[in-house]
């Protein structure tokens, strides 16, 4: 009701009026209260706390659960890296004649083992590939064994903790305790070159033929990523343009 009527009801009492307005204001508080209660309900069910600016935050930040922002990108990245792991595998799986899946579990493990102790998994890949063409049980004359290469009776401490010996031409604990190796002897020298020819026992070499064999190998595999990279920015590109131009008039 206007608030230039009250002085009238004041001065001019009318008890049909003051009945319909006494129901109204009941109502009115009967509604709030109901508000007030289902809001009451909410907060105790799911414990939101209105902390933050002069002791409130809005609606909508409490409503909108905190993790759902960050999940698309995290799943994008997944999704990216898995595409980046498949594209070498298939080029690993036609440069050596292997089973792309098998060169997808290699390609994997090598991503783990790098992540792991810090090591560019592609520079685990190119020794892989150099050492044993990626042959799982590869063995050679000086008693090297495995896709990595690794002499047994130099390094049994690093088997040892996954086993012994015995283990040695498992892909997984080869790679690892190969990686291993590599990255020790890359903490030792603080040159990667170096840390290389120690690998292959080939210090005396000083034409660096092992590390320039296995930086080769590893730029191919970064060029492959590289290509697939600019091929997708293609495709997204072109397909943008196709909806742009599916979008104007007479089309």
Not at 117 to 124: A, C, F, G, K
Not at 141 to 168: C, N, R, S, T
Not at 200 to 229: C, F, H, P, W
Not at 239 to 247: C, I, K, Q, V
């Amino acid at each position: 009701m206007p608030a230039k009527s009250v002085p009238n009801l004041l001065q001019f009492p009318d008890t049909g009026k003051l009945a319909l307005l006494g129901r109204n204001t009941v109502t009115l508080l009967v509604l709030a209260a109901s508000l007030a209660a289902l809001f009451l309900i909410l907060i105790q069910q799911h414990g939101y706390l209105f902390k933050g600016a002069y002791g409130r935050i809005p609606p909508a930040a409490v409503f909108r659960p905190a993790t759902k922002p960050a999940a698309a990108p995290v799943q994008a990245a997944a999704i990216a890296e898995q595409e980046r792991q498949r594209v070498i595998a298939e080029f690993l799986a036609r440069r050596y004649r292997v089973s792309q899946d098998v060169a997808l579990n290699f390609v994997g493990i090598a991503h783990a083992a790098g992540h792991q102790i810090e090591l560019d998994p592609l520079l685990i890949l190119a020794v892989m590939a150099v050492e044993s063409r990626f042959n799982p049980i590869a063995e050679s004359v000086a008693g090297a064994k495995g896709l990595m290469q690794i002499i047994p009776k130099y390094h049994g401490d690093k088997l040892e903790e996954f086993g012994g010996e015995k283990v040695v031409f498992d892909p997984a604990i080869n790679i690892m305790v190969g990686a291993q190796i590599l990255k020790e002897y890359l903490r030792r020298t603080g040159n990667l070159g170096m840390a290389l020819q120690l690998y292959a026992g080939a210090l005396s070499d000083d034409q660096d033929i092992y590390t320039t064999r296995v930086m080769n190998e590893k730029q191919r595999l970064q060029t492959v990523v590289k290509l697939k990279a600019a091929h997708r920015t293609e495709m997204k590109t072109a397909s943008a343009g196709d909806e742009f131009r599916d979008g104007l008039p007479g089309r």
